[in-house]
């Protein structure tokens, strides 16, 4: 994303080349083809792509067969008056536009949902269904009788079973652009959508405040609008840090055992983050480039 903009191309292209090479490396397992399957077994996208200047959003959700997320997106702006396509219908405008048909499952994913079948289905995100969720496969119904449980808690799903790559770019002009690209929730329902590509949730870009992008938990995350409270926070003048940190307090009143984690930069180029402490995650570790900087440098930040 960098190399683009250093060359001289445009925020948004940043941000669609930088969360396009995550898709090709299928970053973490957790971006793009051949990771979190769903119950199903199969791969499926979210992604999103934000124009801080016109404000304009492309995003596609439950995309499949058709790896470049991140591309899709960004045609939705170019291409149409709309900001979220989904579903099989977002494979038929993708393949329009000139994007390859493909298979999204590899061996890896495929032993990934092999072994999970064998554990019963374990974890999964069903509840207050028959058969018991906890204990078996489906297919799942609803009860005669409804009798309403404790949500599972994060810690006992992994804190590695859902990532996205969320970036943020300021221009030289202090343009803003923000994006995402992920495969959601491993061994999610069928049809489910994250907080990914969802604006406002997984990310969201204003040229007269700053950006902002988020990755942990979409289901829960997405219900408080992280991305745009941030940069809200930061339009009043909050310090980039202590605006991710308001966030992250904000879910915690609800849900203290969330898992996730919120970037923000204002248009001067400061920035910061912040996450939810939790067991196996304490810190939060991210990427930045700056002409300040020689080469593109890891920082981390402690969860609050």
């Not at 990771?35 to 959003?57: F, H, K, Q, R, Y």
């Not at 058709?66 to 993708?94: C, W």
């Not at 449980?149 to 994060?154: A, P, R, S």
């Not at 400061?270 to 810190?283: L, R």
Request: charged share 20%.
């Amino acid at each position: 994303a960098w190399r683009v903009l250093q060359l001289g191309g445009s925020e948004l292209d940043a941000i669609e080349r930088g969360c396009g090479q995550c898709e090709i490396d299928q970053c973490d397992g957790s971006v793009g083809y051949g990771g979190s399957p769903d119950e199903s077994g199969e791969t499926t996208l979210d992604a999103m792509i934000m124009d801080g200047n016109t404000m304009e959003v492309g995003a596609v959700a439950d995309l499949r067969h058709v790896k470049n997320a991140i591309g899709v997106a960004r045609k939705v702006i170019e291409y149409t008056k709309h900001t979220l396509l989904v579903g099989e219908s977002a494979t038929l405008f993708a393949v329009r536009m000139g994007f390859p048909y493909e298979d999204l499952t590899t061996q890896k994913s495929l032993s990934l949902f092999s072994k999970w079948l064998n554990q019963s289905c374990q974890p999964n995100y069903w509840k207050n269904v028959v058969p018991d969720s906890s204990k078996s496969c489906g297919p799942y119904k609803r009860p005669e009788k409804v009798t309403c449980t404790e949500e599972q808690t994060i810690s006992q799903r992994s804190v590695h079973n859902h990532d996205t790559i969320g970036m943020v770019v300021i221009g030289e002009s202090g343009t803003v652009a923000s994006g995402t690209s992920t495969n959601g929730a491993i061994h999610k329902i069928p049809g489910r959508v994250g907080d990914s590509p969802i604006a406002g949730a997984g990310s969201y870009a204003d040229s007269t405040a700053g950006g902002a992008a988020a990755t942990g938990d979409g289901d829960v995350m997405m219900r408080f609008l992280p991305s745009y409270q941030a940069v809200e926070y930061m339009r009043m003048g909050t310090d980039p840090t202590l605006a991710c940190q308001k966030v992250i307090s904000r879910i915690q009143k609800y849900t203290p055992k969330f898992f996730g984690a919120v970037i923000c930069a204002n248009t001067t180029g400061s920035y910061g983050a912040a996450c939810n402490k939790i067991p196996g995650f304490t810190q939060f570790h991210f990427m930045v480039s700056s002409p300040l900087l020689s080469q593109p440098t890891e920082q981390v930040v402690d969860c609050i």
